[in-house]
């Protein structure tokens, strides 16, 4: 894996005296403790902007919050994963792997999803808009309950519902409001 590019200007190194030592997730690349944009006045979240993670292993971890901004995840496994409140935001996740992971209130704005794995997952409350690619994702029994589409990807996905989400039991026709 390549390493991590450098934190945005506006986040800060972990000082391990204050705030114990830098993150680091399974998949052997470092993370550090930051402020996600400058929109996150004093918050700290864990950060990975523009890191090249392609292929990497995450089936069952929790990374709720953990920003992914730009970057690359194509075939990474999520499988499982519990990433809540996470952002993919201008990231590529080509055939990246969300079978049965909670992605509720995660921001795939201008994400590349191209042939990702929804299938069984709960994406309640995602932020999918502007451009985000959806071309040959995969959403049998994923429940996207109160996630807002363009019209288009609405439609697209729509063609494309089958099943009944395990966890919520929510099918995923319904909650995509499918007429």
Request: proline share 4%; glycine share 10%.
């Amino acid at each position: 894996l390549s390493p991590i590019a450098p934190p945005p200007a506006h986040a800060e190194d972990v000082d391990p005296a204050k705030n114990g030592p830098k993150t680091a997730l399974q998949g052997g690349f470092k993370v550090l403790q930051g402020a996600a944009s400058t929109q996150d006045s004093g918050s700290r979240r864990t950060i990975t902007r523009g890191a090249t993670l392609d292929n990497s292993q995450f089936p069952g971890q929790k990374l709720d919050g953990i920003s992914f901004q730009q970057s690359l995840c194509r075939d990474c496994n999520f499988k499982g994963a519990s990433l809540k409140g996470a952002s993919f935001f201008d990231g590529d996740l080509t055939q990246a792997d969300f079978e049965g992971a909670d992605i509720s209130q995660v921001n795939f704005e201008m994400a590349c999803m191209k042939d990702a794995n929804l299938k069984n997952a709960v994406v309640n409350e995602a932020y999918i808009l502007a451009t985000t690619k959806l071309d040959g994702v995969k959403i049998d029994g994923a429940d996207f309950t109160d996630t807002f589409l363009r019209k288009d990807q609405q439609r697209y996905l729509c063609g494309r519902a089958t099943g009944t989400n395990p966890k919520t039991g929510v099918d995923t026709y319904d909650s995509l409001q499918c007429r």
